[in-house]
């Protein structure tokens, strides 16, 4: 192990810091690393493995794609993508779709097709409202709307046009979003800001500043949607219905793919060559991703997400108060907010004792498990944190 982090530190462009653990296979909640140590994981992936590891429908569905086409330009169709653009505008309740490979290129299609409608009703309309501790992604325009100078600093001038708000700041909102502003894009938990969940007034703001400011919604679901907060989207947990919405991590249960949703309204502004993706809509990336939408239909997973989601709250609000200052979330995207600057610490413990968690900062704990889990996995997981907490 020592050889391969050496060799990661030698070949590998140092934006990851080598890793401690290298895994070989998964199978449901579990991994294994190339030593066939199990862990239990609860962080799937930063909440992608939503159908669990290898999930058998997904397996099948992804081979049995491979060994008929793996490739299709835009030039021609593939039934299946079109399949999939129809299953995603009936859960989201939108209009039309478009594929990419992953959630910063969804959100820059969401952000071009915002400014593009903006412009055609008055050629000032420009400005993206997006909030302070948001993530977009890493794109240059992506991290441009990211409100956090970490992931921008040194990668300027970066491109103009957007403004920052306070998240859950409705006068805040109020004084960022005006005639000139052509979208609103917020997460409805913040992720990467540290689960941190919209308030319902903030969400319902959002909604009412656009429709009075001409401006479109933009809902970035790439961690939260696909049933992980117990509804397909998060933002229907909110009674909040967007213009346009971004889908990623979660949509194909690892395999990559991207997905923006739009209504017809604001997709009649985007004719042939607006845009566009060589690997967008590939036939593999389709074919997983129908095959975890059956998934989560057929296996009950956005009831399950919800289910154990409380379960893992409830349990873990009764755990410590000492280490514990807040267990916050929405189904199965859990911050654990720590009195001490801890979290990393607590991580590398939870993995040295077969538990896979995340952490954000040095205080914040990231539950993402697969839907998938039972209550012997949420009492194992428990079990494991619970034991941290205790030690002195
Ligand atoms: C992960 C994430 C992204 C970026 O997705 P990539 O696939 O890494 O480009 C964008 N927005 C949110 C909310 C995310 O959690």
């Known amino acids: 192990m020592n050889d391969l982090k050496k060799e990661f530190e030698k070949h590998m462009l140092g934006v990851f810091s080598a890793p401690d653990i290298w895994l070989e296979r998964g199978s449901g909640v579990n991994v294994y690393?190339?030593?066939?140590?199990?862990?239990l994981d609860f962080l799937a992936g930063i909440a992608v493995c939503a159908t669990g590891h290898c999930h058998p429908k997904v397996v099948s569905a992804i081979s049995g794609q491979a060994s008929k086409l793996m490739h299709c330009t835009n030039l021609y169709g593939?039934?299946?993508?079109?399949?999939?653009?129809?299953?995603?505008?009936?859960m989201t309740g939108l209009g039309?779709?478009?594929?990419?490979?992953?959630?910063?290129?969804?959100?820059?299609?969401?952000?071009?097709?915002?400014?593009?409608?903006a412009h055609s009703k008055d050629p000032?309309?420009?400005?993206i409202v997006t909030a302070n501790n948001s993530?977009?992604?890493?794109?240059?325009?992506?991290?441009?709307?990211?409100?956090?100078?970490?992931y921008q600093k040194g990668y300027h001038p970066l491109?103009?046009?957007?403004?920052?708000?306070?998240?859950?700041?409705?006068e805040a909102l109020k004084g960022n979003v005006g005639k000139d502003t052509a979208a609103v894009m917020m997460e409805p938990i913040q992720g990467e800001g540290g689960i941190i969940p919209a308030k319902q007034e903030y969400m319902k703001a959002a909604r009412d500043l656009c429709d009075d400011n001409g401006a479109l919604l933009i809902m970035d679901?790439?961690?939260?949607?696909?049933?992980?907060?117990g509804m397909f989207l998060a933002s229907e947990n909110y009674g909040v219905k967007a213009d346009i919405v971004s889908l990623a991590k979660a949509l194909g249960s690892g395999f990559p793919i991207g997905a923006t949703l739009c209504t017809d309204e604001c997709a009649s502004v985007m004719g042939p060559g607006d845009h566009g993706s060589t690997f967008g809509g590939n036939p593999l990336a389709c074919s997983a991703a129908l095959a975890t939408l059956k998934v989560v239909m057929e296996e009950d997973l956005m009831m399950n997400a919800a289910k154990m989601g409380t379960y893992l709250k409830l349990t873990l609000k009764d755990l410590d108060g000492r280490l514990i200052k807040d267990v916050r979330g929405m189904g199965l995207l859990i911050g654990i907010e720590l009195n001490e600057p801890k979290a990393v610490d607590m991580k590398n413990w939870c993995a040295e004792n077969g538990l896979l968690v995340g952490s954000i900062k040095d205080t914040i704990i990231?539950?993402?498990p697969p839907l998938i889990i039972g209550k012997a996995d949420a009492d194992k997981a428990l079990g494991i944190m619970g034991k941290y907490m205790d030690a002195p």
């Open 221 to 229: 679901e790439v961690q939260t949607g696909v049933g992980r907060t």
């Open 124 to 127: 000032d309309k420009s400005n």
């Open 78 to 90: 593939i039934p299946g993508e079109v399949e999939l653009a129809r299953e995603l505008c009936i």
């Open 33 to 39: 690393d190339i030593d066939g140590k199990e862990y």
């Open 96 to 117: 039309k779709a478009f594929f990419s490979n992953s959630g910063a290129e969804a959100n820059e299609a969401a952000i071009k097709m915002a400014r593009k409608y």
């Open 159 to 170: 491109p103009p046009g957007f403004t920052y708000t306070p998240y859950n700041d409705v």
């Open 135 to 150: 993530f977009h992604g890493r794109t240059l325009l992506t991290v441009t709307a990211t409100g956090q100078e970490k």
């Open 366 to 368: 990231r539950l993402a």
